[in-house]
C-alpha cells in the first residue's frame, strides 16, 4: 500500500540551529513527494515539491529538501531556524501514475516543530 | 493566483442540525476538489473527491449520507454535514485541483496542483 512515514512527531530545535524533518515513503513507482506546513488552525501552504531531475529542492522561506531514491526519503531542511517556523510540517506524496490514486495526496502523519528562543 | 477559500472559517452547532461548509476556487477553476477531516494533533484523512457535475467519490467508512458533497460549478464544492453529532467535531479543509505553471519547475503532464483552503472549524455541541 502507498504510505508516507514521518518518524519524528514532535522535535525542538533552538532559534538559529539547523533543522531536519525525515519522510520516508512507501510506493510501487517513485512518488511526486511534497512538504506542506500548517499554522495553528489554518490551512496548508507548500513549501516544496519534487516531481523528478535535481534531488536536491529548494522552496519557499529558506526550507530545501532532499530526495534520496536509495532510501525512498525526502527529507526537509533549514540551516537556521526561525521563531516563526514553530508550525506542523506534513510530508506528502502523489502516485505519478495518473490511473492510481486519481492524484490523492497522501500525506504523512505530521510533525510538530517547537522552537526555543 | 491560486486561492482557495473556505466559508465559514468557524461554526458551533447543535447536535442534531446539519452545516454546510463552501470551498471556492477564486481565481481558477477546479474541475476536481478533494475534502479532507483532521483531528487534533493528527493528519489529514482524504473524506471524498468531489468532480464538478458528478457525483462525489467517497473514501473507504466515509458515510456519504452523512457528509454530502456537491460540486455544482468549477469553483464552488459544498460539505454538508447533517445531522451532526459532537464526534463529527474537527477541522476540515478543503482542496481544488488546478493546471499551473510552477515558477519554472516543468511539471509533468500528469499532474495538476492542489491548493488548500484555510479550513473550517466545526464544533457540535
Known amino acids: 500500500a502507498q504510505s508516507v512515514t514521518q518518524p519524528d512527531i514532535h522535535i525542538t530545535v533552538s532559534e538559529g540551529a539547523s533543522l531536519e524533518l525525515r519522510c520516508n515513503y512507501s510506493y510501487g513507482a517513485t512518488p511526486y513527494l511534497f512538504w506542506y506546513v500548517q499554522s495553528p488552525g489554518q490551512g496548508l501552504q507548500l513549501l516544496l515539491k519534487?516531481?523528478?531531475?535535481?534531488?536536491l529542492v529548494q522552496g519557499i522561506k529558506g526550507f530545501e529538501a532532499e530526495f534520496k531514491r536509495s532510501q525512498s526519503s525526502f527529507n526537509l531542511r533549514k540551516p537556521s531556524v526561525h521563531w516563526s517556523d514553530a508550525a506542523e510540517y506534513f510530508c506528502?506524496?502523489?502516485?505519478?501514475?495518473?490511473?492510481?490514486?486519481?492524484?490523492?495526496?497522501?500525506f504523512g502523519q505530521g510533525t510538530r516543530l517547537t522552537i526555543n528562543p | 493566483g491560486a486561492v482557495v477559500s473556505q466559508h465559514p472559517s468557524r461554526v458551533i452547532c447543535k447536535s442534531g442540525t446539519s452545516v454546510k461548509i463552501e470551498c471556492r476556487s477564486l481565481?481558477?477553476?477546479?474541475?476536481?476538489m478533494f475534502w479532507y477531516r483532521q483531528f487534533p494533533k493528527q493528519s489529514l484523512m482524504l473524506m471524498a473527491t468531489?468532480?464538478?457535475?458528478?457525483?462525489?467519490?467517497?473514501e473507504q467508512g466515509v458515510e456519504k449520507d452523512k457528509f454530502l458533497i456537491n460540486h455544482a460549478s468549477l469553483t464552488l464544492s459544498t460539505l454538508t454535514v447533517t445531522s451532526a453529532h459532537p464526534e463529527d467535531s474537527s477541522f476540515y479543509i478543503c482542496s481544488a485541483r488546478a493546471r499551473t505553471g510552477t515558477g519554472g519547475q516543468r511539471v509533468p503532464s500528469s499532474y495538476n496542483e492542489q491548493f488548500f483552503g484555510p479550513g473550517t472549524r466545526l464544533t457540535v455541541l
Open positions: 506528502a506524496a502523489v502516485s505519478p501514475l495518473p490511473f492510481q490514486g486519481a492524484q490523492k495526496l497522501v
Open positions: 519534487y516531481f523528478s531531475g535535481d534531488t
Open positions: 468531489s468532480n464538478e457535475g458528478s457525483k462525489a467519490t467517497y
Open positions: 481565481d481558477f477553476q477546479a474541475t476536481t
